[in-house]
């Protein structure tokens, strides 16, 4: 009786302990879906949060490989084949990366879409890449995808990214 109870213990301390963990996620996990260009797009992501600190330029660096969000790379699927910015993209899962900078972004679609971070990103892996500009934004506490109209918009902290999706 006396194992029985102190297993109960550890199994109700232990659940406990991961259901507390998981709810107090720092970056907690998200999804945006939608239609834009005609086809079903959705986003699986985590939402780092800005919390007074410096995003771009330094949490963020320029000129590198981010994985556009936190913990696991975001997740790109599109039940159609697309166009992003003008160019092709087969329908299909992706893990969508960026590199951000100051006055252009690089948003990358790669092959490889279960990776933790961008760990062990490969650019040979790239199944599209297009150029877009950065805008201003609103404050956004938390990084935040839009699906909607002709294109796919992140935001975060003052700014906003978007790529335009047609068919």
Do not use: H
């Not at 007074?52 to 556009?68: C, D």
């Not at 960026?98 to 933790?116: D, L, V």
């Amino acid at each position: 009786m006396k194992k029985t109870f102190q297993a109960f213990l550890f199994t109700a301390t232990l659940t406990f302990g991961l259901t507390a963990c998981a709810q107090d996620k720092p970056s907690p996990a998200a999804k945006a879906s939608g239609k834009a260009g005609g086809a079903n797009i959705s986003i699986v992501y985590s939402q780092p949060g800005v919390k007074g600190r410096k995003i771009w330029g330094e949490l963020v660096p320029y000129g590198m490989v981010w994985r556009t969000g936190a913990n696991e790379a975001t997740i790109f699927e599109t039940d159609s084949d697309i166009k992003v910015e003008g160019q092709p993209l087969a329908k299909g899962k992706y893990a969508l990366f960026t590199i951000p900078g100051e006055n252009e972004w690089t948003i990358i679609f790669n092959k490889t879409s279960n990776q933790w971070g961008s760990y062990k990103y490969k650019q040979e892996e790239d199944a599209l890449r297009v150029k877009v500009k950065p805008g201003t934004a609103d404050m956004t506490e938390r990084l935040t995808f839009t699906i909607g109209g002709d294109k796919v918009t992140l935001t975060w902290e003052k700014l906003s990214v978007s790529a335009s999706i047609s068919k």
